[in-house]
């Protein structure tokens, strides 16, 4: 049972990447997932989350209206699309289950983390 995070890479700022957070061993879509992202020096932030029952989604301020979560149940997957990237928005991203920023989110209570996937955003 494991998230795997994938899709990150070196991009230029204002350009996009879309990161899929890929479930093993169990059906993605009965959990709410998060994304957050760690950057050197920095706390970890929470990015957005989607619940499991209704689609409900969450999104920092920092990242709102450019960051769009969502699901593809057939492949068993969650995937951020991140759009007009930021500098600051260099990190590794990560995926789980759960959303402490939204702790209503109705899905499954089993704690499942992922490895991270590195986002560089340089010219």
């Known amino acids: 049972v494991q998230l795997q995070a994938s899709g990150g890479g070196l991009v230029q700022p204002g350009g996009s990447l879309r990161l899929s957070c890929a479930a093993s061993?169990?059906?993605?879509?009965?959990?709410?997932i998060h994304w957050f992202r760690q950057a050197p020096g920095k706390e970890r932030e929470g990015v957005s989350c989607?619940?499991?029952?209704?689609?409900?989604?969450y999104y920092a301020d920092s990242v709102k209206g450019r960051f769009t979560i969502s699901r593809d149940n057939a492949k068993n997957t969650v995937s951020l699309q991140m759009n007009s990237l930021k500098r600051e928005d260099t990190a590794v991203y990560y995926c789980?289950?759960?959303?402490?920023?939204?702790?209503?989110?109705?899905?499954?209570?089993?704690?499942?983390w992922g490895q991270g996937t590195q986002v560089t955003v340089s010219s």
């Open positions: 989607i619940s499991s029952s209704d689609g409900s989604t």
């Open positions: 061993g169990f059906t993605i879509d009965r959990y709410t």
């Open positions: 789980a289950t759960k959303c402490p920023e939204r702790p209503w989110f109705f899905g499954g209570e089993d704690d499942i």
